[in-house]
T-cell receptor, first 110, second 111 residues
Framework: AQSVTQLGSHVSVSEGALVLLRCNYSSSVPPYLFWYVQYPNQGLQLLLKYTSAATLVKGINGFEAEFKKSETSFHLTKPSAHMSDAAEYFC????????FGAGTRLTVKP | DAGITQSPRHKVTETGTPVTLRCHQTENHRYMYWYRQDPGHGLRLIHYSYGVKDTDKGEVSDGYSVSRSKTEDFLLTLESATSSQTSVYFCAIQGDHYGYTFGSGTRLTVV
């Protein structure tokens, strides 16, 4: 069965700094990969998705992720953090149903 | 989220009572899902449906049942609520290009 591992349950960056949230996946077949963001007391919103087209995927709010098959990774980046980026981020893999990582809480310091 | 609503948004219930959560979509999508969210576990799939009266178990289905008598409604029932089922429950629909759209969640507390 497919699974994802998010490295780091909490990440803290300064405003304006690079954001890097790590995700590694396991799948026996080519997967679809996703990043979702969750703001407090809300549901999950899709940030971006990889569905076997371009390996560098651009999403909303300036985020992007790169699919690296050799490393089984799908890390999420943003060049310059904003205070409004503070939220919880979930990586997910889909081969049939969707499986989620445990989440990474991003804190942005002024 | 547009097109998918969950009810109730909050519920407190007593141990041993049955509880039903409702998910309603207006998008006419075939696939619907129930997840629970707990700290440190992300979202875990409880049950899913791939059509009217067609459902299957997810990874944490014990103590839960589901029904889907209409395309737009997917019900999750806790047959006899326990404190371990205190959680936030999310419904999702699978739209185009494999992405999911999530409801706003139901916060359930079992006392």
């Amino acid at each position: 069965a497919q699974s994802v591992t998010q490295l780091g349950s909490h990440v803290s960056v300064s405003e304006g700094a690079l954001v890097l949230l790590r995700c590694n996946y396991s799948s026996s077949v080519p997967p679809y990969l996703f990043w979702y963001v969750q703001y407090p007391n809300q549901g999950l919103q899709l940030l971006l998705k990889y569905t076997s087209a371009a390996t560098l995927v651009k999403g909303i709010n300036g985020f992007e992720a790169e699919f690296k098959k050799s490393e089984t990774s799908f890390h999420l980046t943003k060049p310059s953090a904003h205070m409004s980026d503070a939220a919880e981020y979930f990586c997910a893999v889909s081969v049939g149903d969707m499986r989620f990582g445990a989440g990474t809480r991003l804190t942005v310091k002024p | 989220d547009a097109g998918i609503t969950q009810s109730p948004r909050h519920k407190v219930t007593e141990t041993g009572t049955p509880v039903t959560l409702r998910c309603h979509q207006t998008e006419n999508h075939r696939y619907m899902y129930w997840y629970r969210q707990d700290p440190g576990h992300g979202l875990r799939l409880i049950h899913y449906s791939y059509g009217v009266k067609d459902t299957d178990k997810g990874e944490v289905s014990d103590g839960y049942s589901v029904s889907r008598s209409k395309t737009e409604d997917f019900l999750l029932t806790l047959e006899s609520a326990t404190s371990s089922q205190t959680s936030v429950y999310f419904c999702a629909i699978q739209g185009d290009h494999y992405g999911y759209t999530f409801g706003s969640g139901t916060r359930l507390t079992v006392v």
